[in-house]
Each structure stands twice: as structure tokens, then as C-alpha cells.
């Protein structure tokens, strides 16, 4: 256990609906960053907050995506109208910032849109 | 996108024989980092390694970097049927997010 929680860490869901994911980062750290990563393929960079700012997002975060981190505490990624190409694992980081500094992972949350 | 590449992609060996896994990179990094994911789950860090350092170790992990060739290899000696896993590494610039290669599955047989 990292200490980063994701929940769920399953979710199956139709075409067409949103879906919600949530994080919860080691409470000191105030980077937290989400990663997809499909089948066979390393994690891909979607986007990352510093605190509740979003600093950077990925070309793959389609504006369908949209990830939010109010408090400086958790955060949650939401899909709107969900696509078969969605499904994926959804994976949360966080690390304490200053960078070359380690990034610790949660579990993951496993998405299938059918 | 992707990094760069591991290399293998797959590599199976009895319990006890060293596993040596590479990585090639395309850009300047500050860091590079390796972690593993057991199937289905979250990704474990193992080794940080910065752009000055060549060569660094953490129990049976031994890490080198080579930035002149964008290389770094990973070495697990007297591997165990518990390092079964995937095997990433992770490159680091001034953006502080991670680019992943694709990884190497390593098979550990008792």
C-alpha cells in the first residue's frame, strides 16, 4: 500500500455514460497526477495539479475529460459520454514537489466500456 | 507518447539467475526512474537515479544510466519467482511528469 487510494478500482459501464473516478493522495504531497494506461503499454501523462491548480494537460485529455482537484486534497476525473476506446486503467499519482523526487502510485482504477 | 523503448519486451529465467533489462530515452532528463506493476495493479517505485549519477543500487537492484547514449539498464540479481512483474522506467524533465516506455515482462520460474 502506497498510500495513495483510488476508488472504485473497477468500473464497467455503456457507451455513452459518464463516469466518475476519485483520488485520495498521500495527505502531505501536493502534486497529484493521473495517468491511462492500456493493455501491454506503459502509462501515458493526461494531466497534474500543483495544490487545486491544474497545470498541465495532455492532448490525450479530450475534452470529454475533465479532472478537478478543489481543495488541494482529492481528486476526481470525470468521462463524459464514454467511448469503448476509453477503457483503460486509470492510474492517480502523487508526489511531495521539488521535483527528482519519487512519485508514489495508487492502484489504479480499471475502466471497460461495453 | 511514449518515451522510449525497453528492451526485452519479455524475458523469462529460472529463480536465482540475474535479469538485466534496458531502457532507451529521447530527450534530456533531470532523473530516471524504474518501477514494477504486477498484473492488474498499481506501479511500485524501485530506483531514482539522477541526470550526475551512473550508477546506484538498492538491495538487489543495480541501476546505471548512460545520458551520452540516452541508455539506462536495470539488473536484479539472484532473481526470485516474486519479481515477476512488468518492469518500467521513467524518464523525468522540466515539465516533472513521468514519460513511461513500454516496458519488459519479466517471467520468474521456481
Known amino acids: 500500500d502506497t498510500g495513495v487510494s483510488q476508488n472504485p478500482r473497477h468500473k464497467i459501464t455503456k457507451r455513452g455514460q459518464n463516469v466518475t473516478f476519485r483520488c485520495d493522495p498521500i495527505s502531505e504531497h501536493n502534486r497529484l497526477y493521473w495517468y491511462r494506461q492500456t493493455l501491454g503499454q506503459g502509462p501515458e501523462f493526461l494531466t497534474y495539479f500543483q495544490n487545486e491548480a491544474q497545470l498541465e494537460k495532455s492532448r490525450l485529455l479530450s475534452d470529454r475529460f475533465s479532472a478537478e482537484r478543489p481543495k488541494g486534497s482529492f481528486s476526481t476525473l470525470e468521462i463524459q459520454r464514454t467511448e469503448q476506446g476509453d477503457s483503460a486503467m486509470y492510474l492517480c499519482?502523487?508526489?511531495?514537489?521539488?521535483?527528482?523526487?519519487?512519485?508514489?502510485f495508487g492502484q489504479g482504477t480499471r475502466l471497460t466500456v461495453v | 507518447s511514449q518515451q522510449g523503448e525497453e528492451d526485452p519486451q519479455a524475458l523469462s529465467i529460472q529463480e536465482g539467475e540475474n535479469a538485466t533489462m534496458n531502457c532507451s530515452y529521447k530527450?534530456?532528463?533531470?532523473?530516471l526512474q524504474w518501477y514494477r506493476q504486477n498484473s492488474g495493479r498499481g506501479l511500485v517505485h524501485l530506483i531514482l537515479i539522477r541526470s550526475n549519477e551512473r550508477e546506484k543500487h538498492s538491495g538487489r537492484l543495480r541501476v546505471t544510466l548512460d545520458t551520452s547514449k540516452k541508455s539506462s539498464s536495470l539488473l536484479i540479481t539472484a532473481s526470485r519467482a516474486a519479481d515477476t512483474a512488468s518492469y518500467f522506467c521513467?524518464?523525468?524533465?522540466?515539465?516533472?511528469?513521468?514519460?513511461f516506455g513500454t516496458g519488459t515482462r519479466l517471467q520468474v520460474f521456481p
Open positions: 530527450t534530456s532528463i533531470n532523473n
Open positions: 499519482a502523487s508526489e511531495q514537489s521539488t521535483g527528482n523526487t519519487e512519485a508514489f
Open positions: 521513467a524518464t523525468g524533465y522540466n515539465t516533472d511528469k513521468l514519460i
